[in-house]
């Protein structure tokens, strides 16, 4: 069946560091991804987006990378903060509409 | 925020109460859906609500039956709960032409004793 992963459960680094979190899927009609940043107590929340026909998307202090070839999706986060702690999910959206997430990598900022 | 608010955010209740939890969304979207969020696993989709129709039943037990009165409003109606429903229920909307990202509610953290 269908399913979006993620390779490490839990990515600790240094504060001031890049943090780089990845996510492999399984479904190569999927054109449209979705990395989602969970905080304790609170529900997942937007951080950027991609779709297929790019490979590259540039946020605020993250960058989202999709190699569609190895069907891989990573996540930049650049000069991490002790507030990038949190739970990372990718999620793809494929053409029946609804998301597919993975199961989350933890990332633990270390001051 | 994120334009959907989900209540209550904690519930605690017996396996013969019934309850219900609720879901608006004042983004104008026309899609609703909910999520099963457990310990150690990824999010589940449980309903999918399109135009205040449901579109999809992943296989979720009876006990969860969900209602949506219109495309803002989205209730999950709880009965005869076990203690492995215990999770956070996390309710999202989109727009669905839009095939984009969904938004999510906080969340409302369901422990069943």
């Known amino acids: 069946g269908e399913s979006v992963g993620l390779h490490l459960p839990t990515l600790s680094v240094q504060e001031g560091d890049n943090s780089i979190i990845n996510c492999a899927y399984s479904n190569s009609a999927s054109d449209y991804f979705i990395w989602y940043k969970q905080e304790s107590g609170k529900g997942p929340q937007f951080i950027i987006d991609?779709?297929?026909?790019?490979d590259k998307r540039q946020g605020q202090r993250v960058t989202v990378l999709l190699n569609k070839t190895v069907k891989h999706l990573s996540l930049q986060i650049a000069a991490t903060q002790p507030g990038d702690s949190a739970v990372y999910f990718c999620?793809?959206?494929?053409?029946?509409?609804?998301?597919?997430f993975g199961q989350g990598t933890t990332l633990q900022v270390k001051p | 925020e994120t334009g959907v608010t989900q209540t209550p955010r904690h519930l605690v209740m017996g396996m013969t109460n019934k309850k219900s939890l609720k879901c608006e969304q004042h983004?104008?979207?026309?899609?609703m859906y909910w999520y099963k969020q457990s310990a150690k696993k990824p999010l589940e989709l449980m309903f999918v609500y399109n135009f205040k129709e449901q579109t999809e039943n992943n296989s979720v037990p009876s006990r969860f039956s969900p209602e949506c009165p219109n495309s803002s409003h989205l209730f999950l109606h709880l009965h005869t709960l076990q203690p492995e429903d215990s999770a956070l229920y996390l309710c999202?909307?989109?727009?669905?032409?839009?095939?984009?990202?969904?938004?999510f509610g906080q969340g409302t953290r369901l422990t069943v004793v």
């Open positions: 991609i779709r297929s026909n790019m």
């Open positions: 983004l104008g979207h026309n899609a």
């Open positions: 999620a793809e959206n494929p053409r029946t509409g609804k998301l597919i």
């Open positions: 999202a909307s989109s727009q669905i032409t839009d095939r984009g990202q969904a938004f």
